[in-house]
């Protein structure tokens, strides 16, 4: 079964702090106690919604633990692979 337990408080923290240093808005649905329900929305620079949410354990790449969010953009019908924090934000920004 999927767990989502690689989503800590922490982690969900970090995205927050990342998705502010990226000068992004953004809010979260409140659901870090019940990971498997958490989504962030994110405002890209061109007004586009992004939903990031974390993956889940059989997503997580065993070489890079740190990789955990995926965001979807419905407006550009896409998805990234699964990604840090650092690395999602930065794919948000850099949308064309």
Wanted: with cysteine; aromatic share 6%; glycine share 4%.
């Amino acid at each position: 079964m999927a767990s989502f337990d690689h989503a800590t408080p922490e982690r969900c923290a970090q995205l927050g702090r990342t998705l502010t240093a990226a000068g992004l808005a953004w809010s979260d649905n409140g659901s870090q106690d019940t990971p498997q329900c958490l989504t962030y929305t994110v405002t890209d620079p061109h007004g586009r919604t992004w939903q990031i949410s974390p993956a889940t354990n059989f997503q997580i790449p065993a070489s890079n633990a740190a990789q955990i969010w995926q965001a979807t953009c419905a407006e550009l019908a896409t998805t990234t692979p699964v990604l840090s924090a650092r690395k999602v934000a930065q794919q948000i920004k850099d949308a064309p």
